[in-house]
């Protein structure tokens, strides 16, 4: 369940804390011409001249031309830059690092292969120290570079960080709520962030892969009375690289988060081999709906159906194989043999 606020129709630039420090954190791996456009964006920021604001950009561990992309920029660039170096992969890590480098009031983060829009900072904000949010974020819009796939529809767009919850402030805080922002446009009051124990090193990307660490770390923020707001005005434009508009790309990321989801465990009324109770409940539920929606030829949804059973699937194993070791190799084995069939089952009705 998520609490509507009534928007206002502008920001209010004096309504913002006067010595507000903000530090906005992207980091990057291996994305130097990507990150090029980001920091174009992030120069053509409008903001407030009451607040103070440095730009620290993490690589973690790429080996491209990365830091001379940063520190070109820097040279040019009207506010501070600082270029940070993480050598442990994984985003957490690098975000870890960040927060750490940072000795400001907010820490906002932004991706490398993200157009931030001119009053993103300035709407962040709002939400973080009018409405006194500890976590805030917008909506991530996309930049399609190819064809929306027919097969792509709206329920699966969280693959590709899109989010839009419409165009009211939101508070996400209650225990109730599933909704989630994206690391692609959120924000943290950084004394609370800290107080939660930053972000998870076991979970996020690492390199290409990785999930979960914005859901967990939202999780312990709510678990501690933090608030979660959803600020519309706050828009970032996420570029959707034609290779992820593939199927085994959705699976892939399925089952990766499900191996995320796996290292979290949640109170449950009972767990079979650390399985807890309420996700075999939902998947004998999502798993029950396979059938009813090839049947009445509903293919996105059937796709849909699939993907979440791969999650679920993923999240079992992986769980068992804390208690019984399971190679690897033998996971993805299950998982490409669930996907086959359900692919040989929608051509066989098909014709």
Known sequence: MSTLFMA????????????????VIVCTFNRCESLTDTLASLAALEVPGSVEWELLVVDNNS?????????????NAAFKVRYLFEPQQGLSYARNRGVAASGAD????????????????RSMLAALVDRRADCAGGKVL???????????????????????YGDEVLELSGATSDRILYGASMGFRREKLLAVGAFNPQ????????????????????????????????????????????????????YIAGRDRAKINKPSRFTIMGIESYLLRDFLLTAIKLPVAALQLKWNRLFELELRCILYLS????KIGRAIPVREAANLLVFGVFSITCEYLLHAILE
């Open 8 to 23: 206002p129709q502008s920001i209010d630039e004096a309504a913002l804390i006067m010595t507000a420090q903000v530090s």
């Open 63 to 75: 080996k491209d031309a990365t830091r001379e992309v940063v520190e070109r920029f820097s040279r």
């Open 106 to 121: 907010y820490v906002l983060f932004t991706d490398d292969d993200v157009l931030v829009d001119p009053d993103w900072l």
């Open 142 to 164: 996309p930049l399609w570079r190819d064809d929306r796939p027919t097969w792509l529809g709206d329920r699966i767009l969280n693959v590709l960080a899109m989010l839009d």
């Open 203 to 254: 979970l996020g990307r690492k390199g290409s892969v990785g999930a979960g660490e914005d859901l967990e770390i939202q999780e312990r923020l709510r678990q501690q009375a933090g608030r979660v707001i959803y600020e519309p005005r706050s828009v970032v434009y996420h570029k959707i690289d034609p290779e992820r508009l593939h199927k085994c790309y959705f699976r892939r990321w399925h």
């Open 315 to 318: 999240v079992f194993i992986h």
